[in-house]
């Protein structure tokens, strides 16, 4: 079975200055990984997907993230953060012939301060 | 733009009453999911649609049940709502056809569901 483990459920961090939320996945076969949004009272938004080649995969809001097979991590990444990136963030994995299912990690609540 | 619309948005049940929460999107999309969250707990698979007239189990399915009505809706049952099932409900829907896997999906904003 595969799960979803994000390390931080709450990271609070200053006004641009760099961000990385953490995300670790067990899976024994090759995974899809995505990196998702909530803000508040809201659906989730999709920031970004890796599914193959290049490990550095760039999204929408100046985030990016690295897929690491070696260590199964897929950490998502933001050079400089705004008040507007306060937001709950999930990491999600699906697999081939799974129906597209999703499992999600528990979440990371960022918090922006000025 | 439309995309995913959910019906209604926020209801207060009593223990034992049934509802419905609706389900409908405008992307053409073949599959359907319904997910719960519980803080702490991420989103939790309830029930999913692959495609039009199929359903199956997600990781929560106990006390619900789906219909694939059209390829545009998606509905939750709750036959005897229990405190238990207080949380907030999402839909969404993906191109996913197949054993494709690789589409993202998309998602309404949620119905705030209360059982006392």
């Known amino acids: 079975a595969q799960s979803v483990t994000q390390l931080d459920s709450q990271v609070p961090v200053f006004e641009e200055a760099p961000v990385e939320l953490r995300c670790n996945y067990s899976?024994?076969?090759?995974?899809?990984l995505f990196w998702y949004v909530q803000y508040p009272n809201q659906g989730l938004q999709l920031l970004l997907k890796?599914?193959?080649?290049?490990?550095l995969v760039k999204g929408i809001n100046g985030f990016e993230a690295e897929f690491n097979k070696s260590q199964t991590s897929f950490h998502l990444r933001k050079p400089s953060v705004h008040i507007s990136d306060t937001a709950e963030y999930f990491c999600?994995?699906?697999?081939?012939?799974?129906?597209?299912?999703?499992?999600f990690g528990q979440g990371t609540e960022l918090s922006v301060k000025p | 733009n439309a995309g995913v619309t959910q019906t209604p948005k926020f209801q207060v049940l009593k223990t034992g009453q049934s509802m419905t929460l609706q389900c409908a999107q405008d992307m053409n999309h073949n599959s359907m999911y319904w997910y719960r969250q519980d803080p702490g707990m991420g989103l939790r698979l309830i029930y999913y649609s692959a495609s039009e007239g199929t359903t199956d189990k997600g990781e929560v399915p106990n006390g619900y049940n789906v219909s694939r009505l059209n390829k545009r809706e998606f509905s939750l049952r709750l036959e005897s709502a229990a405190p238990s099932q207080t949380s907030v409900y999402f839909c969404?829907?993906?191109?996913?056809?197949?054993?494709?896997?690789?589409?993202?999906?998309?998602f309404g904003d949620g119905t705030r569901l209360s059982i006392l």
């Open positions: 890796y599914l193959s080649g290049s490990t």
């Open positions: 899976s024994s076969v090759s995974v899809y």
């Open positions: 999600a994995v699906s697999r081939p012939n799974q129906g597209g299912k999703l499992i």
């Open positions: 969404a829907s993906s191109a996913t056809t197949g054993t494709a896997a690789n589409q993202p999906q998309h």
